[in-house]
């Protein structure tokens, strides 16, 4: 089986994230950057796969600038086999990551595509639900749990309610909670290793999908701050204010 | 135009979010008409028929709806969309999972999670994890939108008489089957719309500690949250989790308690009206966002806070 997984480069997870004084977006320059979160779920569950003998190969793939391909590396210093960047400057939206990832899929034809369920970003919680559309494939979002199966995925997903288990007919789009597995570290051999690894490149105006924006950003706008609030001395304190100050118990 | 809204049900009930839903669509157009898609799900369309915002209900029943696989309810949510400009869902996990399947089949970018209307085509959206507002216009010619519930007040569940329109369903793909659903029971409040809600986070050292919590919240009618840290933990399960990728709540009160602060989970609840933070290390981020802070022992605290609770005369419920 021949697993695609999508990795996306975000500002770390660790950042404090400041927004530009022009209200144009978020300060970017001299910030870290990560892969997102859930994409390293994503890609350590390929990885055990492959360790487990289901899966044959790994393929990563990132959307984005130069840089992008910095967590294509990453997930090849992990395990993944081969990595593909598909260069593309400025704002992309999920609709068009998507399009272009639909014909990464027409090519490499893989069995599943992995990726993290959000990216920490935009929180826009969209492009593994798109690319299912787009392909009509069966979508296994939220995942917490994948069991392989003959020809079929059963998946565990992360709902409101608490827990759902689904079956897909492989081939699946699986989009990966946290709660799915532990990422691993990459070994500095296997960092190393990784370096000699393929990434393929290839411009997405080469690939014939329209990435023109269909969102206009008016402005970006730091949230309402909330007044400082004040450390009480004991819990009778704490109580009284509740009940008389505050008037919510 | 007209806004069509996919409601959300178990087929016996509408789920409260839909009506934080219609209250968004309502500030968009007023002429809202809710599809209801389920199995044996009369019941639902008949309530949502009564609420006083709703203009019409499109009703849809067949075997294959029963537990509301998106590969079934996205096709039929496109053939029925040429007379809607807007297509609209509740962010939550419902529909944070049929909407971005619905807009990619009508190639369509999607706003997801807006927290303010602007106006028909211009919202307003959390990005980074709520540390961020952007405002967005689509340019697309019709919306598909999810909507975060907490953001918009319910919408009046009587007063209406809409029109039931049955309609008729489109075959099963058969690409996806539902195995089993495990819902947690709980006679508390929901997390998602309780008045008071108390956490805890890692500092409560394991999952029988949370008894301490439970005591409060019996005493206080308030729903029991945690962090991500005290799910990953074993202490409680996933459904209590608040945060960027868990449940966001707005509620009056919300108490946190051996709870650190990390962005993840102020994402999910800094937008609290009263926020009381309860840790022992002075210095955590939590305190940077609550009303009333107090640095003490959870162990000592909690304890004392259901005696000081107990003292009281009245308690709101």
């Known amino acids: ?249 | 135009m007209s806004v069509l809204l996919i409601a959300e049900h178990n087929n016996k009930e509408l789920k409260p979010f839909t009506l934080n839903a219609i209250t968004a669509a309502s500030q968009i157009d007023a002429d809202i008409h809710v599809l209801v898609v389920g199995k044996n799900c009369e019941n639902v369309a008949k309530n949502v028929s009564e609420v006083s915002l709703v203009k019409k209900v499109l009703h849809v029943e067949a075997e294959h709806y029963e537990n509301f696989l998106p590969e079934n309810f996205a096709p039929l949510i496109v053939k029925i969309t040429e007379s809607y400009s807007h297509i609209i869902s509740s962010a939550n996990t419902f529909g944070k999972n049929l909407m971005p399947r619905v807009a990619a089949l009508l190639d369509i970018s999607q706003v997801s999670d807006i927290i303010k209307v602007v106006s028909s085509d211009t919202f307003i959206r959390p990005i980074y994890a709520g540390n961020a507002f952007a405002t967005v216009k689509s340019n697309d010619l019709k919306k598909c939108i999810t909507v975060r519930p907490t953001s918009f007040d319910p919408a009046p569940t009587s007063g209406g008489s809409a029109v039931i329109e049955k309609i008729d369903g489109i075959e099963a793909s058969n690409i996806s089957k539902f195995i089993k659903r495990e819902e947690v029971k709980s006679d508390r409040p929901e997390l998602g719309t309780a008045r008071i809600v108390i956490s805890g986070g890692r500092g409560m050292q394991s999952g029988d500690n949370f008894k301490l919590i439970t005591a409060i919240a019996d005493k206080l009618n308030a729903a029991i949250g945690a962090s991500r840290a005290a799910v990953d933990a074993g202490y409680i399960t996933n459904d209590h989790q608040v945060g960027q990728t868990g449940k966001v709540v707005v509620p009056d009160l919300y108490i946190a308690v051996g709870i650190s602060g990390a962005i993840q989970h102020l994402a999910g609840m800094k937008e609290s009206k009263v926020i009381v933070a309860i840790n022992k290390d002075g210095e955590a981020p939590i305190f940077s966002v609550a009303d009333y802070g107090l640095e003490a022992d959870l162990f000592e605290a909690l304890p004392q806070f259901l005696e000081e609770l107990n003292k009281l005369n009245t308690i709101q419920k």
């Open chain 1, 1 to 249: 089986m021949k697993i695609l997984v999508a990795v996306k480069r975000v500002i770390d997870y660790n950042v404090q994230v400041r927004v530009k004084e022009d209200g144009t977006g978020v300060v970017t320059d001299n910030v870290k950057m990560s892969t997102n979160p859930p994409d390293d779920n994503a890609i350590e569950e390929a990885v055990k796969l492959k360790e487990a003998s289901k899966a044959t190969e790994i393929i990563a793939v990132t959307v984005g600038e130069e840089k992008a391909q910095e967590t294509v590396r990453k997930a090849l210093a992990v395990g993944a086999d081969k990595g593909i960047h598909i260069k593309v400057d400025g704002i992309i939206e999920p609709l068009a990551v998507s399009k272009i990832l639909q014909k990464i899929v027409e090519k490499e034809k893989p069995d599943l595509v992995f990726m993290g369920k959000q990216a920490i970003d935009d929180d826009c919680n969209q492009t593994g639900q798109m690319l299912s559309a787009l392909l009509n494939w069966p979508q296994a979002t939220f995942a917490s749990k994948i069991i392989v199966k003959e020809n079929k995925l059963e998946v565990t997903r992360e709902v409101d309610e608490g827990l759902e288990t689904i079956e897909v007919n492989v081939p699946a789009i699986v989009t990966c909670d946290l709660r799915l597995n532990e990422p691993r570290y990459a070994s500095l051999p296997n960092i190393m290793k990784a370096k000699k690894k393929p990434i393929e490149q290839i411009n997405a105006s080469d690939l014939g999908v329209d990435t023109k924006p269909r969102i206009q950003q008016i402005k970006v706008e730091e949230p309402p701050k909330r007044k400082s609030g004040i450390k009480v001395a004991n819990v009778a304190e704490l109580v009284q204010k509740l009940k008389n100050e505050a008037k919510v118990i």
